[in-house]
């Protein structure tokens, strides 16, 4: 029996240890990223949390300090979580050019005014001229709902974001991502840290596809574009949902989190407001391999063409960068007479 307890009181400490070492490496990283802007005070902190973070591991293994250590360490902990949640999202920042302008929609039954839409005209990807233009659309006239992926890293890891097809050939793409500041570049990193807040790229095809097509150079992007299968009322409920939440941040600003809000996570929760939306998967995670996801689940394709297949064909860098004039990009990237290799 004796023993036994034994082994009871080693795994509760090895738990409890282990607890202790991950509230201390967040703590760590969360004033590193997140703390005081004085770098010296800043470094001080991050170091004496993960001083305080050892002192509670090795009084662990003493038993006459480990109460009082615990409780040291717990108070401690409860204030840096206070600091933590009082850090607060804001609209008013220094911000880069291409998330300067908030864009926000004006709903009146089916139609939709979008304003502050992206287009940009590019001449390399950080030299351009800022330009945004305010469109109204009828959402009876909904006739597609296309998957951008994007990638640039191998296959796990891919941008993902939405573009709605209109009747007449107009599309309008949407892309969740962060907003920057002007000091500031991303990374994925300080993404899990309230660093970033979370932005809606409401944008022109030809600036927001293009860009990643025909200008972004380090690292390049393959970018592929698929055409999504389901009813149409659940693609107007989506665009509906997608307009919602871009004016819910511009009263109430929200952080982006690498993992938990960020370009795909956020296509899913707002998926969700289709009864038949797909169900979460490791793969909504790891990015990359969503097309497939929505192939295997019937959202993508038809399953007598392998997935393969119409991958190859979704895949838009040669027929992007062969358009001749930016007035018809849209049709251009889908037009299948030009295959990429």
């Known amino acids: 029996m004796r023993k036994v307890m034994n082994g009871y009181a080693f795994a509760a400490a090895l738990l409890l240890g282990l607890l202790i070492a991950t509230a201390g490496g967040w703590g760590v990283l969360a004033i590193?990223?997140?703390?005081?802007?004085?770098?010296?005070?800043?470094t001080c902190l991050a170091g004496g949390f993960a001083i305080a973070t050892l002192a509670a591991l090795i009084a662990l293994?003493?038993?006459?300090?480990?109460g009082p250590a615990l409780v040291a360490y717990l108070i401690l902990f409860a204030g840096l979580l206070a600091w933590w949640w009082r850090i607060e999202?804001?609209?008013?920042?220094?911000?880069?050019?291409?998330?300067?302008?908030?864009?926000?929609?004006?709903?009146?039954?089916?139609?939709v005014t979008v304003h502050n839409i992206r287009n940009f005209d590019y001449r390399s990807e950080t030299d351009y001229t800022?330009?945004?233009?305010?469109?109204?659309?009828?959402?009876?006239?909904?006739?597609?709902?296309?998957?951008?992926?994007?990638?640039?890293?191998?296959?796990?890891?891919?941008?993902?974001?939405?573009?709605?097809?209109?009747?007449?050939?107009?599309?309008?793409?949407?892309?969740?991502e962060t907003r920057k500041e002007k000091s500031e570049s991303y990374s994925t990193l300080k993404g899990f840290f309230r660093q970033y807040e979370l932005f809606y790229v409401v944008a022109d095809e030809r600036d927001v596809i293009r860009l990643r097509t025909n200008f972004r150079q380090d690292p390049?992007?393959?970018?592929?574009?698929?055409?999504?299968?389901?009813?149409?009322?659940?693609?107007?409920?989506?665009?509906?949902?997608?307009?919602?939440?871009?004016?819910?941040?511009?009263?109430?600003p929200q952080f982006y989190n690498t993992l938990t809000t960020n370009c795909t996570t956020q296509i899913w929760v707002s998926a969700r407001v289709n009864t038949e939306h797909i169900p979460f998967s490791w793969k909504i995670l790891a990015s990359g391999y969503v097309p497939q996801y929505l192939y295997e689940t019937g959202r993508l394709g038809e399953h007598e063409v392998p997935f393969e297949e119409i991958q190859r064909r979704a895949l838009i860098n040669t027929?992007?960068?062969?358009?001749?004039?930016?007035?018809?990009?849209?049709?251009?990237?889908?037009?299948?007479?030009?295959?990429?290799?």
């Open 32 to 42: 590193t990223f997140a703390g005081p802007p004085n770098t010296t005070l800043r």
């Open 61 to 66: 293994g003493v038993g006459r300090w480990r």
């Open 89 to 111: 999202p804001s609209n008013q920042r220094d911000w880069q050019p291409d998330v300067a302008v908030l864009p926000y929609a004006t709903i009146e039954g089916d139609r």
């Open 130 to 176: 800022p330009a945004w233009y305010d469109k109204t659309f009828d959402l009876s006239k909904l006739e597609g709902v296309d998957l951008i992926a994007s990638y640039w890293m191998g296959p796990a890891i891919a941008h993902t974001f939405l573009s709605f097809a209109f009747e007449g050939g107009d599309h309008l793409a949407i892309s969740i």
């Open 220 to 252: 390049p992007e393959q970018v592929y574009l698929y055409r999504l299968q389901g009813p149409l009322e659940n693609g107007r409920k989506l665009f509906l949902e997608y307009l919602h939440d871009m004016n819910a941040l511009k009263d109430k």
């Open 319 to 341: 027929r992007a960068n062969a358009v001749a004039s930016p007035l018809d990009f849209s049709a251009r990237i889908r037009d299948l007479s030009l295959l990429d290799d």
